[in-house]
């Protein structure tokens, strides 16, 4: 099973909204309601921001929301702010066959 | 405070083994769970190995299977990788994260901070 494919890299600046893709499959993506987004700082671990596709963890602000339309989740970020560079990281399940999850490749978010 | 604490890695040559641990500090990981997921130098989140809360499932990335065994005890509140037979591209931090909390798929709502795995001659 091949990784979830993210951009590279996206950018924006303080206040605007950034949409970050991630396009899987009909045996993932499509399949299940099971995206999950991490945000990840340099020389830090994941932190979950999104998961169920739209939903979020207590402590996470409303400003990160998530949407799914058949093999294609996304994260939009509104409000952008400094602290929101970093490193983003899809996640989707996968069946009860291996792989029983898989990642996207990461997509890098630069605020300008 | 609570989190995952991961120990056991280190340097180690080609085709030797090491195993890495996984403990909850305050927090119980009895009722969930657990994931292994790496990371190697400068590059994205690759799952390895995923547990049961209890053990009974057990299922692993075609990298390393035939080679890795995950294996918990709960009375510990610890979970395990047996690394055998490791490879150079077997290098990366290995993270341990508990899956499920609120949510009604995987998703890791708990990291742990990381060991780092070097395989070299």
């Known amino acids: 099973q091949s990784a979830l494919t993210q951009p590279r890299s996206v950018s924006g600046s303080p206040g605007q909204s950034v949409t970050i893709s991630c396009t899987g499959t009909?045996?993932?993506?499509?399949?299940?309601?099971?995206v999950s987004w991490y945000q990840q700082h340099p020389g830090k671990a994941p932190k979950l921001i999104i998961y169920?596709?739209?939903k979020r963890p207590s402590g996470v602000p409303d400003r990160f929301s998530g949407s799914k339309s058949v093999n294609r989740a996304s994260l939009t970020i509104s409000g952008l702010q400094a602290e929101d560079e970093a490193d983003y990281y899809c996640?989707?399940?996968?069946?009860?066959?291996?792989?029983?999850?898989?990642f996207g490749g990461g997509t890098k978010l630069t605020v300008l | 405070q609570v989190q995952l604490v991961e120990s056991g890695g280190g340097v180690v040559q080609p085709g030797r083994s090491l195993r890495l641990s996984c403990a909850g500090s305050g927090l119980s990981l009895s009722n969930n769970a657990i994931y292994w997921v790496r990371q190697a130098p400068g590059k994205g989140l690759e799952w390895v190995a995923v547990?049961?809360?209890?053990?009974?499932?057990?299922d692993y990335a075609d990298s390393v299977k035939g080679r890795f065994t995950i294996s918990r005890d709960n009375s510990k509140n610890t979970v395990y990788l047996q690394m055998n037979s490791l490879r150079a591209e077997d290098t990366a931090l290995y993270y341990c994260a508990r899956g499920g909390g609120a949510a009604a798929g995987p998703a890791f709502d708990y990291w742990g901070q990381g060991t780092l795995v070097t395989v070299s001659s």
């Open positions: 547990i049961s809360y209890d053990g009974s499932n057990k």
């Open positions: 009909s045996s993932d993506v499509g399949a299940f309601n099971y």
């Open positions: 996640c989707s399940y996968a069946g009860s066959y291996t792989p029983d999850v898989v």
């Open positions: 169920d596709v739209t």
